[in-house]
């Protein structure tokens, strides 16, 4: 299982291909598996926000584990499956899902709707985190309409069994003020238009949607980053900038499955209601990229 001193890099949270009718297409995401694992990522999280998995049921999660596990057969990259809802039992049931199916770590999101206290937040991720799989807080406010403090984070972050964090709060207040003064536990950006700001502020890594394409391009943006060409790493990042900001133009993950059927990866841009494609506008947008993908 993943630990705190292994969590850093490139991570993918890919996209949940489905069919013509809305059903799983597993022979798409095991083609998208293999794909972006060639490109030496540091992680896949299957179920995530970028996955739909608010529309996913726990017999699905299953069959994807398995798709995935099987197409990293020959690799070692980890797989994190979401395992995060608003509801402590729920979620404390999904973690022993992700448990039972091999999972190396879960991506634990913030209780959204409820609009719980942050010490019951606190105490949501003390139970998540008793379960025995490594949790990964993951703090998105605009989507969990609830902002954690600084405070709360560091005390979420203390609980033995909380390896880490993914952090997509709208700027870099949160990751500058985790790694200012004492070591604090490994901070992935997703907030994919701060990614460069975000390494530079402290953060470990990336759990980037926008990876699913050009993933070969985010990785050598980190490693050029890690390696200390700060400045090469910088045009390397504003180069993917104008694409990241279009797949985010329209909500995640739309774009993304246009783009990745366009290019011959998923066989389908299905999306499950109340998801829709993207219109007509941003194919046109989109258009001149995937040529490039294709190349």
């Given at each position: 299982?993943l630990?705190?001193?292994q969590?850093?890099?490139?991570?993918?949270p890919?996209?949940?291909?489905f069919?013509?009718?809305?059903?799983?297409d597993l022979?798409?995401?095991?083609y998208?598996v293999?794909?972006v694992?060639?490109?030496a990522?540091?992680?896949i999280?299957?179920n995530?926000?970028?996955?739909?998995?608010p529309?996913?049921?726990k017999e699905e999660?299953e069959?994807m584990?398995?798709t995935?596990?099987?197409?990293?057969?020959d690799?070692?990259?980890?797989?994190?499956l979401g395992?995060?809802?608003n509801?402590?039992?729920?979620t404390?049931s999904?973690i022993e899902?992700?448990?039972?199916l091999g999972?190396?770590?879960?991506?634990?999101v913030v209780?959204y709707?409820?609009?719980?206290?942050?010490?019951?937040?606190?105490e949501?991720f003390?139970?998540a985190?008793?379960?025995g799989?490594?949790?990964?807080?993951?703090?998105i406010?605009?989507?969990?309409?609830?902002?954690?403090k600084?405070?709360?984070v560091?005390?979420?972050?203390?609980?033995?069994g909380?390896?880490?964090?993914?952090?997509?709060?709208?700027?870099?207040d949160?990751?500058?003020?985790?790694?200012?003064?004492s070591?604090?536990?490994?901070?992935?950006?997703?907030?994919?238009t701060?990614?460069?700001?975000?390494l530079?502020?402290g953060?470990?890594?990336?759990?980037?949607?926008?990876?699913?394409v050009?993933t070969d391009?985010?990785?050598?943006?980190?490693?050029?980053?890690?390696?200390?060409?700060?400045?090469?790493?910088?045009?390397?990042?504003?180069?993917?900038?104008?694409?990241?900001?279009l797949?985010?133009?329209?909500?995640?993950?739309?774009?993304?499955k246009?783009l990745l059927?366009?290019?011959?990866?998923?066989k389908?841009?299905?999306?499950?209601?109340?998801?829709?494609?993207?219109?007509p506008?941003?194919?046109?947008?989109?258009?001149?990229y995937?040529?490039?993908?294709q190349?």
């Amino acid at each position: 299982m993943l630990n705190e001193h292994q969590l850093h890099g490139v991570y993918v949270p890919v996209v949940t291909p489905f069919d013509a009718n809305e059903e799983l297409d597993l022979e798409s995401l095991h083609y998208l598996v293999s794909t972006v694992a060639k490109s030496a990522v540091h992680g896949i999280v299957l179920n995530g926000t970028t996955g739909e998995s608010p529309s996913t049921s726990k017999e699905e999660i299953e069959r994807m584990m398995a798709t995935a596990q099987s197409a990293l057969a020959d690799s070692r990259i980890p797989i994190v499956l979401g395992a995060g809802t608003n509801d402590t039992r729920s979620t404390v049931s999904r973690i022993e899902q992700a448990g039972k199916l091999g999972a190396e770590a879960v991506l634990v999101v913030v209780p959204y709707y409820n609009r719980p206290s942050q010490q019951g937040v606190v105490e949501h991720f003390r139970r998540a985190a008793q379960v025995g799989v490594p949790v990964i807080l993951y703090e998105i406010p605009h989507r969990t309409g609830l902002k954690l403090k600084h405070d709360t984070v560091r005390r979420i972050l203390d609980i033995d069994g909380v390896i880490g964090m993914k952090d997509s709060t709208p700027n870099t207040d949160l990751v500058t003020a985790l790694a200012q003064g004492s070591e604090t536990k490994p901070i992935l950006c997703g907030e994919d238009t701060l990614l460069y700001a975000s390494l530079s502020a402290g953060a470990k890594g990336m759990m980037s949607a926008s990876a699913n394409v050009h993933t070969d391009r985010f990785v050598t943006f980190y490693n050029t980053f890690v390696a200390g060409q700060h400045a090469d790493a910088e045009a390397q990042f504003n180069a993917l900038l104008p694409l990241v900001r279009l797949l985010f133009a329209e909500p995640n993950p739309a774009p993304l499955k246009w783009l990745l059927h366009e290019q011959g990866i998923i066989k389908h841009e299905s999306l499950r209601l109340p998801m829709l494609p993207i219109s007509p506008e941003l194919r046109e947008r989109l258009s001149p990229y995937v040529q490039q993908l294709q190349t």
